[in-house]
């Protein structure tokens, strides 16, 4: 089955310790990103990368960063989480980078920072 | 900077009834392409629709159907008769097909949403 996969769904942490949220798609997507969604903000875009070892800030970048070894793979890293990103997070993935292309979600993942 | 309104933060209607969730956007890029998600209450979010800016052809799937007006930079979404199950937070999105988003290139950009409840 043809999927955006997350791990874990729900995250409870403490201030400071690191995390990192995976996402792996099975579609051979090249474009992949990640979004937080907070209440009354909608969706905003953290990190995107357009193929392996290529990647770019979004519109909400700070405090977060991401790789890219992998085509399926593209980790969401917090080196020092704060209350500030608790928030729900999606990853997604697309064919292609060009921006026809619609963009396939997993899950989300709720985090809780402490 | 594209930028997506979705004026309507909640909608409730009765079961049965037509709705309209409107959207309007604002882009500098004459090719783009627009989208609608939905995100049921189970917290995934699902692809609805894609139409580029040069496509004003109205479309219908079923109960669902969009208006696209580039005269009103508008994309709106209508469901015909709605159902319980269409009980949502239904999102649009626009990217641009060219570089004037900068670092944001390929981004999909999302207004805030739009809260349907349908009541039995």
């Known amino acids: 089955e043809a999927q955006v996969t997350q791990n874990p769904r729900y995250l409870i942490t403490v201030t400071g310790k690191k995390l990192t949220v995976t996402c792996s798609q099975n579609?051979?997507?090249?474009?992949m990103s990640w979004y937080r969604q907070d209440p009354g903000l909608g969706l905003r875009q953290i990190y995107y990368s357009m193929n392996v070892e290529v990647t770019d800030k979004g519109d909400v970048p700070e405090g977060y960063k991401v790789s890219r070894k992998e085509k399926r793979n593209f980790p969401l890293i917090l080196e020092s989480p704060s209350p500030n990103q608790t928030s729900l997070y999606f990853c997604?993935?697309?064919?292609?980078?060009?921006?026809?292309?619609?963009?396939?979600f997993g899950p989300g993942t709720r985090l809780t920072v402490t | 900077a594209q930028k997506v309104t979705q004026a309507q933060t909640e909608i409730s209607v009765v079961e049965k009834e037509d709705v309209t969730l409107d959207c309007v956007y604002e882009t500098r890029d004459t090719t783009y392409y627009l989208f609608w998600y939905k995100q049921p209450p189970s917290g995934e979010l699902v692809f609805l629709i894609r139409r580029n800016s040069f496509d004003e052809q109205n479309e219908i799937s079923g109960r669902y159907s969009w208006n696209f007006q580039k005269s009103t930079s508008s994309f709106n979404f209508t469901i015909t008769a709605s159902q319980v199950v269409d009980s949502a937070v239904y999102f649009c999105a626009l990217s641009e097909a060219y570089a004037y988003s900068g670092a944001g290139s390929y981004q999909l950009t999302f207004g805030k949403g739009t809260k349907l409840s349908v009541i039995p």
């Open positions: 997604a993935s697309s064919l292609y980078s060009g921006s026809s292309y619609e963009q396939y």
């Open positions: 579609m051979n997507h090249e474009y």
